[in-house]
């Protein structure tokens, strides 16, 4: 599944909920189902900086893609992290850093959180980035 198909598929489980109570119970659930980081990772150089709740991230490179795992002392934050690794998780550097990332606006996510939120999102996904264009740098270098 591409990055884009990825987000037109949260994008159409996210327009079943018309109330914005069920779309962060929906978020919640995401949080709760994402499977447990391990404890070895959970150090200081995997949180994630810009957030308010502590959210580590994990990154892996498998194959030529990145592999995603995180976790969060947070409930909905958690669910945020879940469902950008979702959307990300598992594509090279170059489909992660060359494919914009619509779905966020789409599901009317920046709009429903907090301004201290809204700036985690985006401490996640640039550090998703970051992580995407690190591995690309050291890709071109071989």
Avoid at 18 to 41: C, F, H, S, T, V
Avoid at 115 to 141: D, F, H, V
Wanted: hydrophobic fraction near 40%.
């Amino acid at each position: 599944m591409t990055i884009k198909e990825a987000q037109d598929e949260v994008i159409e489980e996210f327009d079943g909920f018309a109330d914005w109570m069920d779309r962060y119970q929906m978020i919640i659930d995401l949080g709760n189902d994402l499977p447990p980081l391990d404890e070895k990772y959970k150090v200081e150089s995997n949180l994630i900086n810009g957030c308010q709740s502590r959210v580590w991230l994990q990154c892996d490179y498998k194959d030529g893609c990145l592999q995603f795992s995180a976790d969060s002392d947070a409930l909905i934050v958690k669910g945020i992290i879940a469902l950008v690794i979702r959307v990300l998780s598992g594509h090279t550097p170059t489909e992660i850093l060359d494919t914009p990332l619509y779905f966020i606006d789409r599901i009317g996510l920046k709009d429903n959180l907090s301004p201290t939120r809204s700036n985690g999102l985006l401490a996640m996904i640039k550090q998703i980035q970051m992580y995407a264009l690190a591995y690309k740098t050291k890709e071109q270098q071989s």
